[in-house]
T-cell receptor
Framework: DAGVTQSPTHLIKTRGQQVTLRCSPK?????VSWYQQALGQGPQFIFQ???????QRGNFPDRFSGHQFPNYSSELNVNALLLGDSALYLCASSGEGRGNTEAFFGQGTRLTVV | AQKVTQAQTEISVVEKEDVTLDCVYETRDTTYYLFWYKQPPSGELVFLIRRNSFDEQNEISGRYSWNFQKSTSSFNFTITASQVVDSAVYFC????????FGTGTRLKVLA
């Protein structure tokens, strides 16, 4: 059983560009959350998708947007990249338990903005 | 504000020693869950334990045990007989619909 898979693993982009990160949840999971982890920090919640809708959102600007597909996979889009967007982006999947079940995380996408 | 404080930035122990990781949290929620995750160098967060906020019974699971005290908002985690493979960054995280992570504690277990 494949766990959470994310692509690409690493990515280098230039300031002002746009990027799309992808996530396939663990089999049987229908909820996908995205986190941003800056170097030396803990992950910060970006948003959560359930039933193809954004259910909750953290304190991130509108440059960060997402999408969930009918097969529960998800994309994270970031527009007008800033140097400060350089981070590890983690995708987490869970069953629809609203925080009372453990989430499974992917290995992340390391985004570097130059 | 909702936040997590893991005051120990880095801990080094010798293999087979017991080690306790401290966690103090703040949350507005009256009902929530508490989690511990570890993050090895590969990057993914690995689930370790879960505790709900309305049951303060402390438990042991293999080499892991935890001490939850709601009155002091603390949720400490102990690894018994540490192993080199336990070396990682450990995060405590209260959760309702999202995890609130602190800055983590880096554990180094030396052979």
């Amino acid at each position: 059983d494949a766990g959470v898979t994310q692509s690409p693993t690493h990515l280098i982009k230039t300031r002002g560009q746009q990027v799309t990160l992808r996530c396939s949840p663990k089999s049987g999971h229908d909820t996908v959350s995205w986190y941003q982890q800056a170097l030396g920090q803990g992950p910060q919640f970006i948003f959560q998708y359930y039933e193809e809708e954004e259910r909750q959102r953290g304190n991130f600007p509108d440059r960060f947007s997402g999408h969930q597909f009918p097969n529960y996979s998800s994309e994270l889009n970031v527009n007008a990249l800033l140097l400060g967007d350089s981070a590890l982006y983690l995708c987490a999947s869970s069953g629809e338990g609203r925080g009372n079940t453990e989430a499974f995380f992917g290995q992340g996408t390391r985004l570097t903005v130059v | 504000a909702q936040k997590v404080t893991q005051a120990q930035t880095e801990i080094s122990v010798v293999e087979k020693e017991d080690v306790t990781l401290d966690c103090v949290y703040e949350t507005r929620d009256t009902t929530y869950y508490l989690f511990w995750y570890k993050q090895p160098p590969s990057g993914e967060l690995v689930f370790l334990i879960r505790r709900n906020s309305f049951d303060e019974q402390n438990e042991i699971s293999g080499r892991y045990s935890w001490n939850f005290q709601k009155s002091t908002s603390s949720f400490n985690f102990t690894i018994t007989a540490s192993q080199v493979v336990d070396s990682a960054v450990y995060f405590c995280a209260p959760s309702t619909y999202k995890y609130i992570f602190g800055t983590g504690t880096r554990l180094k277990v030396l052979a």
